[in-house]
T-cell receptor
Framework: QKEVEQDPGPLSVPEGAIVSLNCTYSNSAFQYFMWYRQYSRKGPELLMYTYSSGNKEDGRFTAQVDKSSKYISLFIRDSQPSDSATYLC????????FGPGTRLSVLP | EPEVTQTPSHQVTQMGQEVILRCVPISNHLYFYWYRQILGQKVEFLVSFYNNEISEKSEIFDDQFSVERPDGSNFTLKIRSTKLEDSAMYFCASSVAVTSSPLHFGNGTRLTVT
């Protein structure tokens, strides 16, 4: 079983839609959870960081963690074409582990 | 906002040649990392470095690879004898603390081995 799984997409949505991106992880020792945005040929850019179950909001982005089901989500409200990128979830326990990323396209 | 900087942005080299990829981590960060991303694939861990020594390394990080912090600001990845399959984006990252604070990435060096 892979440590962090993520639907690779691609996911296409119209501008203004609410986007839901999801990951599952296998190791209950993972304590910290991150979402990164990666534009083509650029480094991953940290969007959200949390270490507890529940929701964390930052502007149009909300990260949700459910440790009981080992499920993490990122919601993007009022999506914009500039949100078109690959979104990587990551967890850490002893080391950082990344999901393969979901490619998102927001169509104008 | 402080950032991780990497040079060069693109490096082309011939198979068998040595390359050195350079990184300047964020100044108050103590943990340093190299990751690799082959085109279209996931970000893969290579090595972590703390207190002037390797903390962890993956099975990708074989004897052809080495890391060094030659001074107080630079962090380098050396590939001794490049292979075609080393062609990838190489990302440097740093963090304040191990795993309990997030990684901050540079924009990467695109290595092309011909």
């Amino acid at each position: 079983q892979k440590e962090v799984e993520q639907d690779p997409g691609p996911l296409s949505v119209p501008e203004g839609a609410i986007v839901s991106l999801n990951c599952t992880y296998s190791n209950s020792a993972f304590q910290y959870f991150m979402w990164y945005r990666q534009y083509s040929r650029k480094g991953p850019e940290l969007l959200m960081y949390t270490y507890s179950s529940g929701n964390k909001e930052d502007g149009r982005f909300t990260a949700q963690v459910d440790k009981s089901s080992k499920y993490i989500s990122l919601f993007i409200r009022d999506s914009q074409p500039s949100d078109s990128a690959t979104y990587l979830c990551a967890t850490s326990g002893r080391n950082f582990v990344f999901g393969p990323g979901t490619r998102l396209s927001v169509l104008p | 906002e402080p950032e991780v900087t990497q040079t060069p942005s693109h490096q082309v080299t011939q198979m068998g040649q040595e390359v050195i990829l350079r990184c300047v981590p964020i100044s108050n960060h103590l943990y340093f990392y190299w990751y690799r991303q082959i085109l279209g694939q996931k970000v893969e861990f290579l090595v972590s470095f703390y207190n002037n020594e390797i903390s962890e390394k993956s099975e990708i990080f074989d004897d052809q690879f080495s890391v060094e912090r030659p001074d107080g600001s630079n962090f380098t990845l050396k590939i001794r004898s490049t292979k075609l399959e080393d062609s990838a984006m190489y990302f440097c990252a740093s963090s304040v603390a191990v795993t309990s604070s997030p990684l901050h990435f540079g924009n990467g060096t695109r290595l092309t081995v011909t």
